[in-house]
């Protein structure tokens, strides 16, 4: 059974940073990739960043580059998500995703908040 379990969210002032992370379990993590979304009140759904399997650039959303780092421990079986310089428009759920056997799944999502 595919598991994804999100942590890291919180509340945190503009300019300052989070570090999300996504536990897997119940497939080999390793072999697929992984992303990152995030769902504001009223908005879609957006992929934030993703990254593969080994090797290549990950792939960032143009609002988070060069203030997001997506990186993955295929020994912990753990996705991360560095949050630098955050804005209030990065306030929002925060979901980890991965395409495994033809299926998308999903974390519970973990909110940040970015607010004075």
């Known amino acids: 059974q595919v598991r994804l379990v999100g942590s890291g969210g919180g509340l945190v002032q503009p300019g300052g940073s989070l570090k999300l992370s996504c536990a897997a379990s119940?497939?080999?993590?390793?072999?697929?990739?992984m992303s990152w979304y995030r769902q504001a009140p009223g908005k879609e759904r957006e992929m934030v960043a993703s990254?593969?399997?080994?090797?290549?650039?990950?792939n960032y959303a143009d609002s988070v580059k060069g203030r997001f780092t997506i990186s993955r421990n295929n020994v912990k079986n753990t996705l991360y998500l560095q949050m630098s310089s955050l804005k209030p428009e990065d306030t929002a759920m925060y979901y980890c995703?991965?395409?495994?056997?033809?299926?998308?799944?999903w974390g519970q999502g973990t909110q940040v908040t970015v607010s004075s």
């Open positions: 995703n991965t395409r495994a056997y033809t299926t998308d799944y």
């Open positions: 119940g497939f080999p993590f390793s072999h697929f990739g």
């Open positions: 990254i593969g399997i080994i090797g290549g650039a990950p």
